[in-house]
């Protein structure tokens, strides 16, 4: 017999499949057969989406059989990046990029693939010739194993 994770994992995965813009962060089952699902999509995530997502799970499940519940969330805009999906979705926006050298580097994601990503910022450095500082723009490319943490920056205009 299946267990109630085999179950809901199978029901995710056809809902993934219904709205293909929509991707899974996270999936568990605790020992309570507490299902939590974290999805992120290509466009923003309406509340919506996370309905579907968990009437899709829920309605395929048997409560005869089974006792569980389902939380259906959407990855928060203040959470880290994890997947070269989320960066893809990203491009355009500022990131705040922890690499694992320490570093800290704030900076416009203008590309992103499956491999690496590119970012973009302007610098002050000094002047070549003469006193003073002089603006640059600098660019750089960081594999995803290079990087400890990225955040999107929200920013208020």
Aim: aromatic share 6%.
């Amino acid at each position: 017999m299946e267990s109630i994770k085999e179950k809901a994992k199978t029901f995710l995965a056809q809902a993934m499949e219904e709205n293909p813009s929509l991707f899974v962060i996270e999936f568990s089952v605790d020992s309570k057969d507490h299902i939590k699902v974290v999805i992120d999509g290509d466009d923003a995530v309406s509340i919506s989406d996370c309905i579907a997502v968990s009437r899709k799970i829920e309605h395929q499940m048997d409560p005869e059989l089974d006792d569980f519940s389902v939380e259906v969330t959407s990855y928060g805009v203040s959470q880290p990046l994890i997947m070269p999906r989320q960066y893809k979705k990203n491009v355009g926006r500022k990131l705040e990029l922890k690499l694992n050298s320490g570093e800290v580097v704030k900076a416009d994601l203008v590309a992103a693939d499956d491999k690496e990503i590119k970012l973009s910022w302007k610098a002050r450095e000094p002047k070549p010739i003469g006193k003073g500082k002089i603006t640059v723009d600098k660019e750089a490319t960081y594999a995803y194993d290079a990087i400890k943490e990225a955040k999107v920056m929200v920013i208020f205009n």
